[in-house]
């Protein structure tokens, strides 16, 4: 596997573990407790990444299996459309960014399910990166979900979803803290 794929493996491996050893264990109460600041509460973060998931992980799916090739591009390079999406979700850019209307869980009634499937859908995500190197990684593949007449490569569309899962991950790693931390947060 190249080091770029091997390297988003790990980032995917990681919120797996968190989420298996630390979010899984709390009851549905605090899974459902939003924090002080009125975001999203853990299940809430959780559903939106499974959304994502849910049209992405098809998609990265049928793009990687009709791809195969004895000749496989090693690295992700970015398209206009990539660098800009992956930037915009970077857990590097501070800004909050408006979520699509179908994307944002926040008001739905959650049930601790949720959590069982991401996980079942980092699996898939994890078994997509193992895949990823045998495709021609610069290959435009991937339609983009809000607007699928626009398609991202292979390779930009696997970053794009570790980096967004990554600005995610911080966001639970706030929210667990202040679930944990005895405080009640705000309804």
Known sequence: MNPTLEQLTREVQSLVQF???????????KLNQRPANGGWSLLECLEHLNRYSAYYNPALAKAIANNLTVNPAPEITLTWLGKKSVEMISP???????????????????????????????????????????VN????AVPVEFFRLLKMNIGETLLFMVLHQQRHFMQLQRIFAEVNSGRRAAA
């Not at 989420?19 to 109460?29: F, I, S, W």
């Not at 944002?104 to 990823?132: I, M, R, W």
């Not at 990684?137 to 435009?140: D, G, I, M, V």
Request: net charge positive.
């Open 19 to 29: 989420v298996k050893d630390e979010v899984k264990k709390l009851p549905a109460e």
């Open 92 to 134: 590097k850019n501070t800004q909050k960014q408006k979520t699509l209307k179908k994307m944002n869980p926040q008001g739905s009634v959650l049930q601790t399910l949720v959590v069982d499937e991401f996980l079942k859908n980092q699996q898939e995500l994890l078994t997509l990166l193992k895949n990823a190197a045998k």
């Open 137 to 140: 990684l610069a290959k435009r």
